[in-house]
């Protein structure tokens, strides 16, 4: 049975491992404040959004950006490409969701991205296996998802998500 938007006692605690039956309604969110951001990792700052999403085919891993699976619900993700535009983006995960599994994944604020290669104070868009890279190119603002708070190559980076 779904919790609806009633949360735990410590919905903390539900946002960081996932679940394998549906706990929330599909697209329920939850705002972090900006003091138990901070209390998690003393390097981000900010509320943060969460949304709660099922894992579809292949499952969601850690620190992903994870896309709206096509045909599906617009909670199902899968793990992001390069050709995902911002809107195709539901969020970045935390932990692995195995497939047909529930989780909670940042939609707005800071969070730990895996960079294929970024630079700090860039805009980031999606790239190849779940990746962020820096903009580039014409149409590249359609694929906008956040802005890079440090640079990282082939190695996870603090990014800051913008997606609506």
């Known amino acids: 049975m779904s919790y609806g938007n009633q949360f735990k006692a410590s919905p903390i605690s539900d946002i960081t491992t996932a679940d394998t039956s549906e ?3 599909l697209g329920s969110t939850y705002l972090e404040p900006a003091d138990e951001v901070a209390a998690n990792d003393s390097s981000h700052e900010g509320d943060r959004l969460w949304v709660y999403v099922k894992a579809g085919s292949g499952g969601i891993t850690t620190q992903s950006v994870v896309a709206r699976a096509t045909g599906t ?3 199902t993700g899968i793990i992001g490409v390069a050709a995902n535009t911002a809107v195709e983006v539901i969020g970045v995960s935390t932990y692995v969701i195995a497939e047909d599994s529930f989780g909670w994944v940042i939609r707005r604020g800071c969070a730990e991205a895996d960079g294929l290669s970024v630079t700090q104070g860039v805009d980031i868009v999606p790239a190849a296996a779940g990746e962020v890279n820096d903009t580039s190119g014409a ?3 359609d694929h ?3 802005t890079a708070l440090d640079a990282a190559s082939t190695a996870v980076g603090t ?3 913008t997606l609506a």
């Open 73 to 75: 619900s617009p909670f």
């Open 159 to 161: 990014v800051f998500l």
């Open 144 to 146: 906008i998802i956040g």
């Open 139 to 141: 149409g590249a603002e």
């Open 23 to 25: 706990l929330y309604p």
